[in-house]
């Protein structure tokens, strides 16, 4: 037993039961952003704390079921400046959607914990609780808006497919289970660097593949993302787009850089196939989108693929590239989510059109669309187009060079699409006169955002370090 | 004499019927039930896969207690959303939400 390996998600809990007992004392805690300020501080304080915990040794806590090492110390960081954008993001946001608030910032901290559990799980039953408290969580949350038709559509489409997608993923492990008598990875991984290649092998990697592809909107499963993120509160929406689906990739990572390594010439077809579809499917109906949440949906589906050019090309550079670029987007996405947010406070609407003319009312709301959308195009001042040009020279570095010119080319489209919406933006007129009341917390996450997106852009040196070594000691 | 394979059937036919439910019930409540269909076979594969295979750890056993007490919270999670979609909208078909598409 060693308590300082799970002492972050301790913190996690604590903070999330302590919101809610507060909130059962105090009812004005329920009702005032109270909780929210409490929730922020001490996400701000977890993070500095975990900056001192030590990155370079693995400490696990039971046996191997659970480790700690720099990989899962650097998402369980991201996961944190996720939840402190989020509830930033919240603080104004929920006032004319609900009475309790307090619930509400509780709620994150529990999904916090869910994904930190699923970035240190080394055992698969540990895994798939981190994963299943990481998705009720959200679906709570998503349908936190009651008022709001959209909302529980939302949350119920949300639970009853993620339900399914956990199903075959558990029919895969059972599988797993059955064939080498244990669940933990490095166990698994020893049993199986021997073992022969069986039919019910075959089925249990593609079940295991289709259950975490769920998570991170691999294209055949990736239904739920557009509707999702268009009825749930926009900050969980960001919460979602990033969070769940880092969460999904540091699973998927351990997964199938680990417990499957053998078994490469197995799943690789498979997901280069998926890859491709992703990132044509990601890309084409990103086109065609009038509302703004969906049309970033299919953005981050898009963005999916362009990360799984990474885990295609199987080595210690793309791993690197893959935290280097999660980075990047999380910056990006959460300064678009953000002016989605401030858009919705001020119009009440997020179509792409309600964006006419925004120029004119806040030159500050346009300037964060302009750098959270050329970053995810990959337009070279922002980070994007680093992320993009590591990813892609070591795609064709592993010899998928027709994979990568795909993927260019489909950057290419995407380039098109996200200048669609900034030419909407810059030009237009709208009907909104007064200027846009952007409330300081929001201004002060989309400040954040858009200068890490330019600062790693211009000094990416500090960043693709620190991902190199996390891959290098992963490895 | 019954052996692992006829548990494996059983539970691969369990989990067939739950897709099929889940494909083609337009109830959100049958859904469900679908879904628990599902997981009920992943049970019996745990269960059955640990006396046969690997009896002296009981590592089956707590994957399928864990996975009981994960598919009770999903069920009163998704009853709770059915509720109050039901008090909203006075529907529980599947089909008929509609708001969202594209």
Same mark, same amino acid.
């Given at each position: $037993?060693?308590?300082?390996?799970?002492?972050?998600?301790?913190?996690?809990?604590?903070?999330?039961?302590?919101?809610?007992?507060?909130?059962?004392?105090?009812?004005?805690?329920?009702?005032?952003?109270?909780?929210?300020?409490?929730?922020? $501080?001490?996400?701000?304080?977890?993070?500095?704390?975990?900056?001192?915990?030590?990155?370079?040794?693995?400490?696990?806590?039971?046996?191997?079921?659970?480790?700690?090492?720099?990989?899962?110390?650097?998402?369980?960081?991201?996961?944190?400046?996720?939840?402190?954008?989020?509830?930033? $993001?919240?603080?104004?946001?929920?006032?004319?959607?609900?009475?309790?608030?307090?619930?509400?910032?509780?709620?994150?901290?529990?999904?916090?914990?869910?994904?930190?559990?699923?970035?240190?799980?080394?055992?698969?039953?540990?895994?798939?609780? &981190?994963?299943?408290?990481?998705?009720?969580?959200?679906?709570?949350?998503?349908?936190?808006?009651?008022?709001?038709?959209?909302?529980?559509?939302?949350?119920?489409?949300?639970?009853?497919?993620?339900?399914?997608?956990? &199903?075959?993923?558990?029919?895969?492990?059972?599988?797993?289970?059955?064939?080498?008598?244990?669940?933990?990875?490095?166990?698994?991984?020893?049993?199986?660097?021997?073992?022969?290649?069986?039919?019910?092998?075959?089925?249990?990697?593609?079940?295991?593949?289709?259950?975490?592809?769920?998570?991170?909107?691999?294209?055949? !499963?990736?239904?739920?993302?557009?509707?999702?993120?268009?009825?749930?509160?926009?900050?969980?929406?960001?919460?979602?787009?990033?969070?769940?689906?880092?969460?999904?990739?540091?699973?998927?990572?351990?997964?199938?850089?680990?417990?499957?390594?053998?078994?490469?010439?197995?799943?690789?077809?498979?997901?280069?196939?998926?890859?491709?579809?992703?990132?044509?499917?990601?890309?084409?109906?990103?086109?065609?989108?009038?509302?703004?949440?969906?049309?970033?949906?299919?953005?981050?589906?898009?963005?999916? &693929?362009?990360?799984?050019?990474?885990?295609?090309?199987?080595?210690?550079?793309?791993?690197?590239?893959?935290?280097?670029?999660?980075?990047?987007?999380? !910056?990006?996405?959460?300064?678009?989510?953000?002016?989605?947010?401030?858009?919705?406070?001020?119009?009440?609407?997020?179509?792409?059109?309600?964006?006419? &003319?925004?120029?004119?009312?806040?030159?500050?709301?346009?300037?964060?669309?302009?750098?959270?959308?050329?970053?995810?195009?990959?337009?070279?001042?922002?980070?994007?187009?680093?992320?993009?040009?590591?990813?892609?020279?070591?795609?064709?570095?592993?010899?998928?060079?027709?994979?990568?010119?795909?993927?260019?080319?489909?950057?290419?489209?995407?380039?098109?699409?996200?200048? $669609?919406?900034?030419?909407?933006?810059?030009?237009?007129?709208?009907?909104?006169?007064?200027?846009?009341?952007?409330?300081?917390?929001?201004?002060?996450?989309?400040?954040?955002?858009?200068?890490?997106?330019?600062?790693?852009?211009?000094?990416?040196?500090?960043?693709?370090?620190?991902?190199?070594?996390?891959?290098?000691?992963?490895? | 004499?019954?052996?692992?394979?006829?548990?494996?059937?059983?539970?691969?036919?369990?989990?067939?019927?739950?897709?099929?439910?889940?494909?083609?019930?337009?109830?959100?409540?049958?859904?469900?039930?679908?879904?628990?269909?599902?997981?009920?076979?992943?049970?019996?594969?745990?269960?059955?896969?640990?006396?046969?295979?690997?009896?002296?750890?009981?590592?089956?056993?707590?994957?399928?207690?864990?996975?009981?007490?994960?598919?009770?919270?999903?069920?009163?999670?998704?009853?709770?959303?059915?509720?109050?979609?039901?008090?909203?909208?006075?529907?529980?078909?599947?089909?008929?939400?509609?708001?969202?598409?594209?």
């Amino acid at each position: $037993m060693n308590i300082s390996a799970v002492s972050l998600e301790l913190a996690s809990l604590s903070l999330g039961l302590l919101t809610i007992i507060l909130g059962l004392i105090f009812p004005s805690f329920r009702s005032k952003n109270t909780g929210g300020y409490l929730a922020i $501080m001490g996400l701000i304080s977890m993070l500095i704390g975990s900056l001192y915990l030590p990155a370079s040794n693995t400490q696990t806590f039971i046996n191997t079921f659970y480790v700690q090492d720099s990989l899962a110390l650097f998402f369980k960081q991201l996961f944190i400046v996720v939840a402190i954008f989020v509830n930033a $993001m919240s603080l104004r946001y929920l006032k004319p959607y609900t009475k309790n608030r307090g619930d509400y910032f509780a709620l994150t901290f529990f999904a916090l914990t869910g994904m930190m559990i699923m970035a240190s799980a080394a055992e698969f039953i540990t895994l798939y609780i &981190g994963l299943e408290l990481m998705t009720f969580t959200f679906v709570l949350l998503t349908t936190y808006k009651k008022q709001d038709l959209k909302s529980g559509e939302a949350g119920l489409k949300y639970l009853l497919l993620s339900a399914i997608s956990s &199903g075959v993923l558990l029919y895969g492990l059972s599988l797993i289970y059955g064939l080498t008598g244990k669940l933990d990875f490095s166990a698994i991984s020893t049993v199986f660097s021997i073992g022969s290649v069986s039919p019910l092998l075959v089925w249990a990697i593609i079940m295991v593949l289709s259950g975490l592809g769920f998570k991170i909107a691999l294209v055949p !499963f990736h239904m739920w993302t557009p509707d999702v993120y268009e009825g749930a509160p926009t900050p969980i929406t960001a919460f979602l787009a990033v969070g769940s689906k880092a969460a999904g990739f540091v699973a998927f990572i351990r997964v199938f850089f680990h417990v499957f390594a053998p078994f490469t010439s197995i799943f690789m077809p498979l997901l280069i196939t998926l890859t491709v579809l992703t990132l044509l499917i990601g890309n084409l109906i990103a086109l065609a989108q009038t509302h703004l949440k969906r049309f970033l949906a299919y953005s981050s589906i898009a963005h999916v &693929g362009y990360i799984l050019l990474g885990v295609i090309a199987y080595s210690k550079l793309g791993l690197s590239a893959i935290l280097f670029y999660l980075m990047l987007y999380l !910056f990006a996405n959460i300064g678009a989510f953000a002016g989605v947010t401030a858009l919705v406070i001020n119009t009440g609407h997020d179509r792409i059109s309600d964006l006419a &003319g925004l120029w004119k009312c806040s030159p500050f709301l346009s300037v964060i669309f302009l750098i959270s959308l050329l970053s995810l195009a990959g337009i070279p001042p922002t980070a994007g187009f680093i992320g993009k040009f590591y990813l892609f020279t070591e795609a064709i570095h592993q010899g998928y060079l027709w994979l990568a010119a795909l993927a260019l080319g489909l950057s290419l489209v995407a380039v098109y699409y996200y200048l $669609m919406v900034i030419r909407t933006l810059l030009s237009g007129t709208s009907e909104e006169t007064q200027p846009f009341i952007i409330p300081f917390s929001l201004r002060l996450v989309m400040i954040v955002s858009a200068a890490m997106t330019i600062g790693i852009g211009i000094w990416p040196g500090p960043f693709t370090d620190l991902a190199l070594n996390i891959a290098q000691s992963f490895y | 004499m019954i052996g692992l394979s006829h548990y494996l059937l059983v539970a691969a036919a369990l989990f067939c019927i739950g897709v099929y439910s889940v494909i083609t019930k337009k109830n959100a409540i049958a859904v469900l039930m679908g879904i628990e269909f599902m997981l009920n076979a992943i049970n019996i594969n745990l269960v059955a896969f640990n006396h046969f295979m690997a009896p002296s750890q009981v590592i089956g056993q707590v994957f399928a207690i864990f996975i009981i007490g994960v598919a009770a919270a999903e069920v009163s999670l998704g009853l709770a959303i059915i509720l109050s979609l039901y008090r909203q909208r006075h529907l529980v078909a599947i089909d008929e939400m509609d708001i969202l598409k594209w």
